[in-house]
């Protein structure tokens, strides 16, 4: 059973920053495709970050030069290090992973993603 636990979300300030956790079992995160989703409140499921099977990472426009996905194979774990956290970054955090490979211009696509977690809250406060 695959199961994504994510953690390290929190209230910070704007300018703060944040390293969310995605632990990962019965699911080897190594060979296959990975991604980080928000949803704020009223709002739909949005692609944050991904990291493909041939580990090609991509970003939403909003999180490029502030935040950044990587992986450890060793722990089976999926980060995303986010700095200069904004208010507009306030949302409920998934994890997400798919069986198999996935086309980069899919990454960011939720809809493309077998297996969530049930999220980490961030708030930024201005």
């Known amino acids: 059973q695959v199961q994504l636990v994510e953690s390290g979300g929190g209230s910070v300030q704007s300018g703060g920053s944040l390293r969310l956790s995605c632990a990962v079992f019965?699911?080897?995160?190594?060979?296959?495709?990975m991604g980080w989703f928000r949803q704020a409140p009223g709002n739909r499921r949005e692609g944050v970050a991904a990291i493909s099977s041939g580990r090609t990472t991509t970003y939403a426009d909003s999180a490029k030069g502030r935040f950044t996905i990587s992986q450890d194979n060793a722990k089976n774990t999926l980060y995303l290090q986010m700095t200069s956290l904004k208010p507009e970054d306030t949302a409920l955090y998934y994890c997400a992973a798919k069986r198999g490979g996935l086309y980069t211009s899919l990454l960011l696509r939720d809809d493309a993603y077998d297996y969530w977690g049930h999220g980490t809250q961030v708030t930024v406060s201005s």
């Open positions: 019965g699911y080897t995160i190594s060979t296959h495709s």
